[in-house]
């Protein structure tokens, strides 16, 4: 399905409405789109109403003038439920898609029945992060190429052993990077860079909630995995051994079963 928001970006989403009765949001990280999601998707999708969405400049989604900010790509994901009819549903959010998800839980807190961040962080970037991102994005336009971000980015996102015992994974994986426009993936880099932390809001949302982490995870060290959950009332961690930070991909069945877990709750 797809929408459009008021400033006439296109907005596509992959859904399965069977079930209303549990709807689950599957938000995806950068520099990727929905389809890091497929397996989980087509797994919860007997049980719950699944949305994934293509944020804005990725996937079949369209480009906007950026910087994209979390709160724009978190109202995108309310103008999708509306046009679905669903009031409340569980949010899902990987790395990026985390931020997003947080910011539609600050901006709609009683439309959030759970949520899962698979992984992500609640703090801001650092200075020196930030400076870096608005460095890549700078890059990949004088470039118009989304290769600096594939160069950058992609070999640091997978555990050590992914490459030689799942080599299609990391087939997929670039394969849906560079499907992806560079002015989005720019305005997608320069949006995090801008974005607020969310540690204020994590004690007051009292519902499940999930960190499923990677244990060999560069980008997220498991210190600091357990420490979010601590701040969440009903938080719990899920650690998968064997991945990085694409567990999704690297454990599909997994954190299949985790998030059947989570909606149970």
């Given at each position: 399905m797809?929408?459009?928001?008021?400033?006439?970006?296109?907005?596509?989403?992959?859904?399965?409405?069977?079930?209303?009765?549990?709807?689950?949001?599957?938000?995806?990280?950068?520099?990727?789109?929905?389809?890091?999601?497929?397996?989980?998707?087509?797994?919860?999708?007997?049980?719950?109403?699944?949305?994934?969405?293509?944020?804005r400049?990725?996937?079949?989604?369209?480009?906007?003038?950026?910087?994209?900010?979390?709160?724009?790509?978190?109202?995108?994901?309310?103008?999708?439920?509306?046009?679905?009819g669903?009031?409340r549903?569980?949010?899902?959010?990987?790395?990026?898609?985390?931020?997003?998800?947080?910011a539609?839980?600050?901006?709609?807190?009683?439309?959030?029945?759970?949520?899962?961040?698979?992984?992500?962080?609640?703090?801001?970037?650092t200075?020196?992060?930030?400076?870096?991102?608005?460095?890549?994005?700078?890059?990949?336009?004088?470039e118009?190429?989304?290769?600096?971000?594939?160069?950058?980015m992609?070999?640091?996102?997978?555990?050590?052993?992914?490459?030689?015992?799942?080599?299609i994974?990391?087939?997929?994986?670039?394969?849906?990077?560079?499907?992806?426009?560079?002015?989005?993936?720019?305005?997608?880099?320069?949006?995090?860079?801008?974005?607020?932390?969310?540690?204020?809001?994590?004690?007051?949302?009292?519902?499940?909630?999930v960190?499923i982490?990677?244990?060999?995870d560069?980008?997220?060290?498991?210190e600091e995995?357990?420490?979010?959950?601590?701040?969440?009332?009903?938080?719990?961690?899920?650690?998968?051994?064997?991945?990085?930070?694409?567990?999704?991909?690297?454990?599909?069945?997994?954190?299949?079963?985790?998030?059947h877990?989570?909606?149970?709750?």
């Amino acid at each position: 399905m797809q929408v459009f928001a008021e400033d006439g970006t296109r907005i596509h989403a992959r859904v399965n409405e069977r079930q209303h009765v549990n709807a689950v949001v599957l938000i995806h990280g950068f520099p990727f789109s929905e389809s890091i999601w497929e397996a989980q998707a087509d797994a919860l999708a007997r049980d719950a109403c699944v949305v994934c969405p293509d944020l804005r400049g990725a996937g079949k989604s369209s480009e906007s003038e950026g910087p994209y900010l979390m709160e724009t790509l978190a109202a995108d994901v309310a103008l999708l439920l509306d046009a679905l009819g669903i009031e409340r549903a569980s949010i899902a959010g990987h790395s990026m898609g985390g931020y997003v998800a947080l910011a539609f839980a600050r901006m709609f807190t009683e439309r959030v029945a759970r949520l899962a961040l698979v992984p992500s962080r609640l703090r801001a970037d650092t200075p020196k992060e930030a400076e870096a991102r608005r460095e890549l994005a700078d890059r990949i336009e004088r470039e118009e190429s989304i290769e600096p971000v594939v160069e950058s980015m992609l070999p640091r996102l997978f555990a050590p052993s992914t490459p030689a015992e799942r080599p299609i994974v990391i087939e997929r994986a670039y394969e849906i990077v560079r499907r992806n426009a560079p002015a989005g993936a720019a305005a997608a880099l320069r949006g995090m860079a801008l974005r607020s932390s969310a540690e204020d809001i994590a004690e007051d949302l009292d519902v499940p909630m999930v960190m499923i982490a990677g244990a060999r995870d560069a980008a997220l060290a498991q210190e600091e995995a357990r420490e979010i959950v601590g701040r969440f009332p009903r938080g719990r961690l899920i650690v998968c051994e064997q991945s990085g930070h694409l567990p999704m991909m690297e454990e599909p069945e997994l954190v299949t079963q985790a998030l059947h877990e989570w909606l149970s709750e």
